[in-house]
C-alpha cells in the first residue's frame, strides 16, 4: 500500500514584477503587476513504504516545493496528497509527529548552544519518554560519530557536522517517513560520504520511506533505486536510474585503442570523434546502430581494443535539463 | 504480522498522549526558559549590560515623573492619582512591559524574521502548538530586571500611601496585570503574523511604542475635546487604556461603579482580543508561502 499519494497536486505563486528605475518603483506604491509562477503543476504520484526515492531537477524544478506540500509547510493550490493516511497542510499533530524535514540549506539547532540543548528541547516537544531519547540519541551519535561533539556550540562545528546534528535533531522522534531537501549542499567528498552511508544504513535497517532531492549523482547513486525527474513543475521520469539513460540519451560512447600512435584519418563517419588522444579515441555513435557500426570499423581497421559504455549519467541528466529548458513554458 | 499488535506508531502516539497537555506545554516553555538562560549566559557581559542599562532607563523615567511631582500634587484636580498613587500605576506599567518584553517582544519580533526567510517552516513541522512555539521559544531574561524594580516601586508606593490592599485586590491584581499582558500580546502577533501577507513588516516596535505611549497614562486625562474621543476609542475598540489602568484602580484604590463595569469589561477585551488574534495567526499560516532554500 502507498504511504505517500500525490493526485494532481499543484501550487502556484503571485509574484510581483518589479520594473527597473525609480519611477516604476514609485508607481508599483499605486498599481502592481504580478505573474503567476506555477511551482507544481498537477504531479501524480505514489510511493511504497520502504522506498528511497530520490527527486531530480534543475533548480526552480519544484522539488523543494513538492516536499514542502508534504511536509505541509505550504497548502496547494488544488490536488490532494495523503502521508501515511494524513492530509499533510491540515497540520495534525498526529502527522507531524511521524514525518520529518531536513534542509540543506536552513538549521534548526540553536545557534548559540550545544547541540544536546536543541535535542533535550526536541524531546519534549515530541514527548519522548527519557530512557528512548536517551537510546536514540546513544545511536545516532554513534553511527554518526559526534559524539564528543554534543557539548559544543553549534555556531562552532564544521558544515559537515552540523548537518550531522541536523539529521540527529530529525531522526530523534523516529520518523517513519523523511523528507531529505539537499542534505549534502556545499559538504566536501569525504562529509557527502558518512552522510550517503549513515542514509544507506539507517533506511535499511529501520525500513523508513525517504524522499531525497539533491544536485549530487553520487548521492542518488548511492542511495535510490528509484528516481523522480521533475522539470517546470511536472514530472517527466519515474523509473529507475539506469533507465534515465535507456529513455532519454540517444548514444553510447565507443571507445577504439588502435595498435599504432598513428590513428587512421576519416573515422568522423562512424560518429562524432569526442576525444583522440592516440592511440584512444572516444565516438559518440547511435546507439541503435552499434551492431553495423563495429563491423564496419573492424572490417576496415586493426583494433587492438574496443569497449562500448554508456555516457556519464550526470551528462545524461544535464542534457534532459537543458532540453526541457529550451521548451517552450507549459501553459 | 500479527495485526492485533499496535505498531509502533500508535505505542507512540499512545505514550505522547499519555502526559497531559498542560504539563507537556509547561515542559516545553520551561526548556525554553532554560535554553534562553543557558545562551544568555554564555555572553554574560552582554547580559550584565543589558540589566544595567534596563535599571538605568527605569531610574531615568521614574527621575523624570519625580521632577514632575515638585511642580504638582497630582496628575489632573481630583483624580486621585497623586505622587505615590501614580508611582503604583508606574510600577503596574513596569509589571505589564516587562513581562511583554521578556517573553512575547523577542519573539513577535523575530517572528517577522522568521516569516521572511522562511525559518518558519520548522516551526510548521513540530507537533505543536505553532503559535505557542513562535510565541515564547526565546525568554529575555534581562528585561525580567524591570519586574523586580516594579515591585520594589509598588512595596514602597503603598507604604507611602498608607494603603494595605485586602485579598481580592491582591488575588485580582495579577489577573489584571496578566489581562494587560494578553492584550498587548495579541495586538503584537496579530502585527507580526501579517508580516505573512505584506512579506515584511518593520513597524512592530514603532507600533508597540505609540500604543505602550497611551497605556502608560492615567485614563481621566483623556478628557476634554480632543481626549473624550481617544479616551472612547482607546478604551472600547483597541482596549489599551484598560491594560494598566484597571490593575493600578485596584491597588490604590476602592473601585466606583463605572470602574468596575470597565473591570469587567477589560477580561471579555482580553478574551476578544486573544480570540481573534489567534483567528488572524490562524488565517495568516494558511497563507505561508515559506522563502526558496
Known amino acids: ?331 | 504480522m500479527n495485526s492485533e499488535l499496535p505498531t509502533r506508531y500508535e505505542i507512540r502516539t499512545e505514550r505522547a498522549s499519555a502526559r497531559s497537555a498542560p504539563s507537556r506545554y509547561g515542559a516545553v516553555f520551561l526548556m525554553f526558559a532554560r535554553n534562553s538562560l543557558v545562551r544568555d549566559m554564555t555572553f554574560r557581559a552582554n547580559f550584565i549590560i543589558e540589566v544595567i542599562s534596563a535599571l538605568s532607563w527605569m531610574s531615568m523615567y521614574l527621575g523624570f515623573y519625580i521632577l514632575i511631582f515638585e511642580y504638582t500634587p497630582s496628575i489632573g484636580a481630583g483624580t486621585g492619582w497623586g505622587k505615590y498613587q501614580f508611582f503604583a500605576f508606574l510600577a503596574t506599567t513596569l509589571f505589564v512591559n516587562s513581562i511583554v518584553e521578556a517573553f512575547f517582544m523577542p519573539n513577535t519580533e523575530e517572528l517577522s524574521e522568521l516569516i521572511r526567510s522562511g525559518g518558519l517552516d520548522f516551526a510548521l513541522l513540530k507537533p505543536i502548538d505553532t503559535q505557542f512555539l513562535v510565541s515564547l521559544q526565546r525568554v529575555d531574561w534581562s528585561s525580567l530586571a524591570n519586574f523586580l524594580f516594579a515591585a520594589c516601586l509598588l512595596g514602597y508606593s503603598l507604604l507611602k500611601i498608607g494603603h494595605v490592599p485586602g485579598w481580592p485586590q491582591l488575588l485580582l491584581y495579577p489577573l489584571y496585570v496578566g489581562c494587560g499582558v494578553g492584550m498587548l500580546y495579541s495586538l503584537m502577533i496579530t502585527l507580526a503574523a501579517t508580516s505573512i501577507w505584506l512579506g515584511r513588516n518593520q513597524t512592530l516596535y514603532d507600533f508597540w511604542f505609540y500604543i505602550t505611549n497611551f497605556s502608560r497614562y492615567p485614563r481621566e486625562i483623556y478628557s476634554g475635546t480632543y481626549g473624550t474621543p481617544l479616551n472612547i476609542a482607546f478604551t472600547y475598540i483597541l482596549p489599551v487604556l484598560l491594560v494598566v489602568n484597571v490593575p493600578a484602580w485596584l491597588m490604590v484604590r476602592p473601585l466606583n461603579a463605572e470602574e468596575w463595569s470597565l473591570a469587567v469589561y477589560a477580561l471579555v477585551a482580553t478574551a476578544a482580543c486573544l480570540a481573534l488574534s489567534r483567528w488572524v495567526f490562524g488565517r495568516a499560516l494558511l497563507s505561508y508561502r515559506s522563502a526558496s532554500s
Open chain 1, 1 to 331: 500500500m502507498a504511504i505517500i499519494e500525490i493526485e494532481r497536486l499543484a501550487k502556484s505563486y503571485r509574484v510581483y514584477q518589479k520594473k527597473e528605475g525609480l519611477l516604476a518603483s514609485v508607481g508599483g506604491l499605486f498599481r502592481r503587476q504580478h505573474r503567476e509562477v506555477q511551482a507544481v503543476r498537477d504531479i501524480d504520484l505514489h510511493v511504497e513504504a520502504g522506498e528511497f526515492v530520490a527527486f531530480l531537477g534543475p533548480n526552480g524544478a519544484g522539488k523543494t516545493t513538492t516536499l514542502k506540500l508534504l511536509s505541509g509547510v505550504i497548502t496547494p493550490t488544488r490536488g490532494m496528497a495523503r502521508v501515511m493516511g494524513h492530509v499533510p497542510w491540515e497540520r495534525s499533530n498526529a502527522y507531524r509527529r511521524r514525518f520529518a524535514l531536513v534542509m540543506g540549506q536552513k538549521n534548526q539547532l540553536w545557534w548559540d548552544l550545544p547541540a544536546q540543548e536543541s535535542f533535550r528541547l526536541h524531546q519534549q516537544i515530541y514527548g519522548i519518554e527519557a530512557a528512548e531519547f536517551e537510546r536514540v540519541r546513544d545511536e545516532l551519535t554513534s553511527l554518526l560519530d559526534v559524539r564528543s561533539l554534543l557539548g559544543q556550540p553549534v555556531r562552532e562545528l564544521s558544515l559537515g557536522e552540523r548537518m550531522k546534528m541536523e539529521l540527529i535533531a530529525a531522526l530523534l522522534h523516529s520518523p517513519e517517513v523523511l523528507f531529505l531537501d539537499e542534505p549534502t549542499i556545499g559538504l566536501d567528498v569525504i562529509a557527502q560520504h558518512n552522510i550517503q552511508t549513515f542514509l544507506r544504513h539507517y533506511q535499511e535497517t529501520r525500513g523508513i520511506t525517504i524522499l531525497l532531492t539533491s544536485h549530487y549523482m553520487k548521492d542518488v547513486a548511492a542511495l535510490c533505486r528509484r528516481v523522480v525527474i521533475i522539470a517546470r513543475g511536472r514530472i517527466v521520469y519515474d523509473g529507475s536510474l539506469s533507465g534515465i539513460i535507456d529513455q532519454f540519451s540517444g548514444h553510447k560512447v565507443v571507445t577504439l585503442v588502435f595498435p599504432t600512435e598513428v590513428v587512421p584519418t576519416g573515422l568522423e563517419r562512424f560518429g562524432e570523434v569526442i576525444s583522440h588522444q592516440a592511440p584512444r579515441v572516444k565516438l559518440k555513435v547511435d546507439r541503435n546502430g552499434i551492431g553495423e557500426l563495429l563491423s564496419a570499423i573492424l572490417a576496415e581497421h586493426t583494433i587492438e581494443d574496443v569497449s562500448v559504455e554508456d555516457p556519464p549519467l550526470e551528462e545524461v541528466i544535464a542534457e534532459v535539463f537543458s532540453s526541457i529548458a529550451k521548451e517552450p513554458a507549459p501553459v
